[in-house]
């Protein structure tokens, strides 16, 4: 079996860190693993399946002989590296919103578009986490009765932001259990006990662009720019796993029963829809889970080929690792 | 100036300590105040204005020259004593959904329909907390565009459960920074650090009861059985404070400068809607507040007619004591 030379850059940070146990543990045919980092964390020693790895300095490295390189540091990271990867002939598979939207970038969700990935130039985007774990719900119920509008509002944990972000949760939490004050550094306003319906910059629209990610993205994945979404994209207390409300408007009426039974046997999508036995998704559940959880599945009361659900993934696995891991599974 | 004979049921939970604080800051004019609760907490000894007033066993006290009673003891207390204190001659406000959609009980939110507590005949109800913070911040748009339809979702804090759900929020918070094992007793997840998407019991047609609420009563309060509701209500780990996500198509198009306009003058609303300065409704912002904030204000880009919002309203205070002191000041 062929194996390949992988570098994961951004390897220090918290997507970084799943992709390398995604790939250990997918058993991903890795010849030889390469770290990199920026310079502040570059010299630290990780150790992976019993070998110790050095982080690299991406600044001061050649990128010679990498097949695939993975990338989770960050928008700037991959403005300023990932050409110079591919220019070294690596396929670049992008964790930030640097190149999401440019016309010669797939955009992929393997368990949606997954044939788009032959289509790429030298960089794949892997695409925003909230929107991930939308559209592998909503793909087969897509492909059966069409859709035509999406309210979403969500409900993200802290990780999302990153390791800083995780450290003031909890450390905010301690000192308000305490009776403690905590002033913020990441976040505008305390984030524990809280909750802030801020992701990401305000756009001129008034959404913020967590927000239009969601409407632009699933319309690229879905491969249908006349899908209308609206989003508001909301912070909360919670340390792992993305939650989302969702109301839906098919274009062909789609009963609750045939949701369940396409859900079902979708794949990367656990159906977690028994409210009588308290079986529905929350954020706690997905901790840690591949699969994204779906439930509270019902027919909207309040229009025409409407449908409810609330789904729970994890934003870091199948938010961000694992479907960049899957994209490499893809082209090898 | 007239004083009045109060009484308080339910004295000494979440809800019913607030009515009493209303009452004290609003200067309501009280005679002589009573205290009743279950015989668990009858007994106790509460100081109010300096004055110490034992709480009195609800199911051993004789109601007679009570003008007003604010009931907060729950569907039950308000099933078994709110017409024995109406027999001895006064008026029910009662927080509980015992009442709230039988038709000779009106429903208020001062703020909306106030001509509406006359046709009562002994009872009075309040609403459910998500509904009222959401219809003050409706009604003044219903009025100038009508309303055809809202999706929300909502954040809702634990103190809406009671006491005992707040400790459970604080102790099984505590018990997850230490890495400590924490078992639920309030809700059937854990709360600390996740969110559930289930409030009151599941009804028939997929919805919660608390969902339901939101349907029935809004249409209710509103006066207008054609506004077509969906909402998905979710438990957040917030102490105290409800926030809400809103999606509503209006009947005639309306401006997000001409909303801004009218909420800025709405009463018991507080226009809190500067983006690019951080300034948007959060839970923590809105706890211990009369006011309910609101902000988010963004024209729909999903459909004709369409406006998105998110608001923050203390569930405690507008959401249940407060609305209920208003309603007791629209009778004197």
């Not at 609750?256 to 079902?264: I, K």
Request: aromatic fraction near 6%.
């Amino acid at each position: 079996m062929k194996k390949y030379n992988v570098a994961v850059v951004g390897a220090t940070g918290l997507v970084g860190s799943e992709m390398i146990n995604t790939l250990v543990k997918r058993d991903f045919p890795v010849n030889h693993l390469r770290l990199f980092a920026s310079h502040r964390s570059a010299g630290k020693e990780l150790e992976i399946k019993g070998e110790k790895i050095i982080v690299e300095d991406v600044d001061k490295s050649d990128f010679s002989g990498i097949h695939i390189a993975l990338f989770a540091g960050g928008k700037i990271a991959s403005r300023d590296y990932a050409r110079k990867f591919v220019e070294k002939g690596a396929v670049v598979i992008d964790n930030s919103n640097a190149f999401r939207m440019e016309p010669d970038v797939p955009l992929i969700v393997p368990e949606v578009n997954p044939h788009q990935v032959k289509n790429h130039r030298g960089i794949i985007a892997n695409p925003n986490c909230s929107t991930i774990v939308m559209v592998v719900v909503l793909k087969p119920i897509y492909d059966e009765a069409g859709i035509e509008r999406i309210v979403v509002s969500t409900y993200q944990s802290v990780s999302g932001t990153g390791k800083e972000a995780v450290e003031e949760l909890l450390q905010g939490s301690r000192a308000m259990l305490d009776n403690q004050n905590y002033i913020p550094k990441v976040y505008p306003h305390p984030i524990a006990f809280n909750l802030l319906p801020h992701i990401g910059p305000f756009t001129d629209n008034g959404y913020t662009s967590e927000e239009m990610k969601m409407v632009n993205e699933t319309r690229k994945i879905m491969e249908d720019p006349t899908i209308k979404v609206s989003a508001t994209t909301v912070r909360v207390s919670t340390q792992r796993g993305h939650s989302e409300s969702l109301n839906i408007k098919t274009k062909k009426k789609i009963s609750v029963e045939r949701v369940r039974e396409l859900l079902s046997s979708a794949p990367g999508v656990i159906l977690y829809d028994d409210p009588a036995k308290n079986i529905y998704p929350h954020t706690l559940l997905c901790d840690g889970k591949d699969e994204v959880f779906v439930g509270r599945i019902r027919e909207d009361i309040s229009q025409e080929n409407g449908l409810d659900l609330f789904l729970s993934g994890d934003n870091l696995l199948k938010g961000a690792a694992l479907n960049a891991v899957q994209i490499a599974e893809l082209l090898i």
